[in-house]
């Protein structure tokens, strides 16, 4: 009996190992590696606090997220509305208790290092909806209780968020929730509506906006109107992908990085670093890694058996796409600029540490993806 049973746990053990992603890995790693070598341009060639701390991070929340795809997708349905009520606790803690920086109290102290739980509600607020919609027949997803509760659910921690303030953080949990909204099968006439009354209530928003915020979105509309001040950090962003050309000028030879030009390079504004020293070559390359990144994510929800794994793939697959583009974008000039980090790319502990747990948990749908979820 012993030995049957030692037989099964290791044919259940290897069958796990054959399940695994192994693209999806070498993706997460081939971008670790070169955000790794991002930031230590960042530091002018030399390990510095900001290369040290990046590697030591992507390391430990590698080790996490390997650990982490083994967890059964049901412990994640299972625990989906109190990892939730987690997430908007701290929320309500820092807004009382949290850390100060840079004019911003978005930071949970833990001493090892300061915990940002705006990022980690990216992740609740999918994994929260993909329960609920999961729950919900189909036929019952555009009822009024079950449009009224998730838009409940997305708005709390929103005007949390847009308290500490940052407001580009809000805006990203906003488009994650809407998308898997959009996902379930919500009809098309609430986002109309939606779109309606936010176009006639824009004008009262960005009255309530604060000062910078204002200027921000007048510096994207002409950053030449303050050319030293709030235009500088687009203007120099521009003139630096734009100086890259194809090639780009070459590893550590970017003049706007090393120059100090270019403000928040190791964060916001890591693409721009990178395009500026391997050109439109290189970020194509990176794209292309965020379009397969993306790419394994969905295929993995279509593999996927239950309707929790499904949405949850598709959900954060459209966070990536999100983050991503709206990065990109808002170092181009596209977008104002909002403070969207670069995901695996951009400085932050916590951004890393909620894409790392997110991607473990489309890891994990891809081991149990035969796993039903009542």
């Not at 967890?71 to 803690?93: E, P």
């Not at 909204?181 to 009809?187: A, E, Q």
Request: proline share 3%.
């Amino acid at each position: 009996m012993l030995g049957q049973r030692l037989n099964v746990d290791a044919g259940s053990f290897f069958e796990k190992i054959r399940s695994i992603d192994y693209l999806l890995i070498i993706i997460i790693l081939i971008l670790g590696i070169i955000s790794s070598f991002a930031m230590y341009s960042t530091d002018g060639g030399e390990f510095l606090y900001h290369t040290k701390s990046h590697i030591l991070r992507f390391g430990i929340f590698f080790v996490l997220f390997l650990v982490l795809s083994f967890v059964q997708t049901k412990v994640w349905h299972r625990i989906g509305y109190i990892f939730y009520f987690v997430i908007l606790f701290m929320l309500f803690w820092v807004l009382y208790f949290g850390v100060t920086a840079s004019g911003s109290q978005r930071w949970i102290s833990l001493y090892v290092f300061n915990l940002q739980p705006s990022e980690l509600m990216k992740i609740a607020i999918i994994i929260s909806f993909a329960k609920f919609y999961h729950r919900t027949k189909s036929m019952e997803v555009n009822r009024i209780k079950n449009v009224v509760q998730p838009l409940v659910t997305l708005t709390i921690p929103i005007f949390l968020v847009i308290a500490q303030p940052d407001l580009g953080t809000a805006i990203l949990i906003a488009g994650t929730g809407i998308s898997v909204m959009w996902l379930s099968g919500l009809n098309l006439k609430y986002f109309v509506y939606s779109f309606l009354i936010l176009m006639v209530t824009a004008p009262f928003a960005i009255s309530l906006l604060k000062p910078y915020q204002k200027l921000r979105v007048l510096t994207f509309f002409n950053p030449d109107r303050d050319p030293l001040g709030a235009g500088y950090q687009i203007i120099q962003s521009k003139i630096a992908v734009g100086s890259g050309g194809v090639t780009g000028k070459g590893f550590l030879k970017g003049t706007q990085g090393y120059l100090e030009f270019l403000p928040e390079k190791h964060t916001d504004f890591i693409f721009t670093l990178f395009s500026e020293e391997f050109g439109f070559v290189g970020s194509i390359f990176l794209l292309i890694l965020y379009v397969i990144l993306i790419y394994r994510i969905i295929l993995i929800g279509f593999k996927n058996r239950n309707y929790f794994g499904k949405l949850y793939c598709f959900g954060f697959a459209s966070a990536i796409f999100i983050y991503v583009m709206v990065n990109m974008s808002m170092v181009l000039g596209i977008l104002p600029i909002v403070g969207s980090p670069l995901p695996i790319m951009s400085y932050g502990g916590s951004s890393m540490l909620a894409t790392m747990m997110g991607l473990s948990i489309v890891m994990g749908c891809k081991i149990y993806a035969k796993e039903l979820i009542a």
